[in-house]
Antibody, heavy 123, light 109 residues
């Protein structure tokens, strides 16, 4: 059974940093692209960024709203995905989901999601 | 970036109704269009991928159609568990810059 479990959320002051993690199990993690998607309270879904698989050199892409502040990384030996968030702003508040992107069979759809972890940026 | 516009933003319907939600892309995205269902406090769930592919385990009352810029999600006969918010998502952009529609909240009439 595929499972994605996020951790690391919490309360942080504007300008601060936070590191989120996502523990993956039940599939060959190193084969898959992985993404972060967030949702501000009462709002819709916003794509945050993406890291490719080992075959594609673990390259990353980011939404304009977080580029230069957020960094996505992964440790395939630990089946772990990370999101380092620096220079946090109040508008970064929300639930952060890790999601598996399936390019093999589903044209880039997010076929599995974690339960989410809440990040609150407030003074 | 590619903008995704869903309509309507909210919809009231009854059990047994046929419901259609539309999603329009600001440029052609071929069939790289996916649909998700989200219930309060829960993660989104994939329903339809690549415009019309039914995700494993999703009831056959859900269907998707379209290509290019215009897409639809149809629920053929609403069930009580279908009241939720639905999002479309384009996975066409390269390099990736995925975008979602603003969501359609489906409420019980």
């Amino acid at each position: 059974e595929v499972q994605l479990v996020e951790s690391g959320g919490g309360l942080v002051q504007p300008g601060g940093s936070l590191r989120l993690s996502c523990a993956a199990s039940g599939f060959t993690f190193s084969d898959h692209y992985m993404d972060w998607v967030r949702q501000a309270p009462g709002k819709g879904l916003e794509w945050v960024g993406h890291i490719r698989n080992k075959a594609n050199s673990h390259t990353t892409e980011y939404a304009a709203s977080v580029k230069g502040r957020f960094t996505i990384s992964r440790d395939d030996s630990k089946n772990s995905l990370n999101l380092q968030m620096n220079s946090l702003k109040t508008e970064d508040t929300g639930v952060y989901y890790c999601a598996r992107k399936d390019f093999y069979d589903r044209s880039g759809a997010f076929d599995y999601w974690g339960q989410g972890t809440l990040v609150t940026v407030s003074s | 970036d590619i903008q995704m516009t869903q309509s309507p933003s909210s919809l009231s319907a009854s059990v047994g109704d046929r419901v259609t939600i539309t999603c329009r892309a600001s440029q052609s995205i071929s069939r790289y269009l996916n649909w998700y269902q989200q219930k309060p406090g829960k993660a989104p769930k994939l329903l339809i991928y690549a415009a019309s592919g039914l995700q494993s385990g999703v009831p056959s009352r859900f269907s998707g159609s379209g290509s290019g810029t215009d897409f639809t999600l149809t629920i053929s006969s609403l069930q009580p568990e279908d009241f939720a918010t639905y999002y479309c998502h384009q996975s066409y952009s390269a390099p990736p810059e995925d975008t979602f529609g603003q969501g359609t909240k489906l409420e019980m009439k």
